[in-house]
């Protein structure tokens, strides 16, 4: 009866490592972890555009201003849905010194934006990704927005909204 006993369990256990064991031919996949972001050597500035828009809901709308075309499509996303027309505040060029924190803007509202270009990162096969660290103090001197943005070259940030008289303030960013 032991016998018996021993070879049932030696039968289950050649069951068990038959049931574990790959088909002949079959390969381990080693799947390797995902490599980080790469430093890009020598990126030591980064150079936004800043778009100062105004936005309002008139009857009858006007669009989008033509000086604004490159930024058409987000203007007539459903987040600026409430506004039919669309005009250029203003435009500055900011070039920034990595870690160096540089007030770039004062809007027409008294609205003060700073911009500190924080890192630039690459990985395997795509286009440079810029670290900014945006802070805005509204005309009073109080923070209203603090944020990080990781943006790449082709892609324009709409990082901050506010009310204004007759409308909305819209900051764009394009950065390179």
């Known amino acids: 009866m032991r016998s018996v006993a021993i070879m049932i369990g030696v039968a289950l256990l050649a069951l068990g490592g038959a049931a574990n064991a790959k088909p002949a031919g079959v390969a381990k996949r080693i799947i390797p972890p995902p490599k980080p972001p790469v ?8 150079t936004c555009e800043i778009t100062e828009i105004r936005a309002a ?16 499509k987000q203007l007539s996303s459903s987040q600026f849905g409430a506004y039919n027309t669309f005009t250029l505040g203003s ?6 010194n990595k870690n160096k924190p540089l007030a770039a803007k004062q809007f027409t509202n ?3 934006m700073t911009i500190n270009f924080k890192d630039v990162s690459t990985s395997q ?15 009073s001197g109080t923070q209203v927005l603090q944020t990080t943005l990781w943006m790449s070259a082709e892609h324009i ?8 008289t007759g409308g909305a303030m819209i ?4 950065c390179q």
């Open 125 to 139: 096969g795509k286009k440079p990704r810029l670290k900014l660290d945006l802070s805005v103090l509204d005309s």
């Open 91 to 96: 435009q500055q060029t900011w070039t920034g």
């Open 171 to 174: 900051v764009a960013l394009d």
């Open 39 to 46: 430093v890009a050597q020598g990126s030591t500035k980064a």
């Open 57 to 72: 809901a008139l009857n009858p709308g006007k669009g989008v201003d033509g000086k604004l075309s490159k930024f058409a």
């Open 110 to 112: 008294g609205d003060t």
């Open 157 to 164: 940030e709409m990082p901050y909204v506010t009310n204004v």
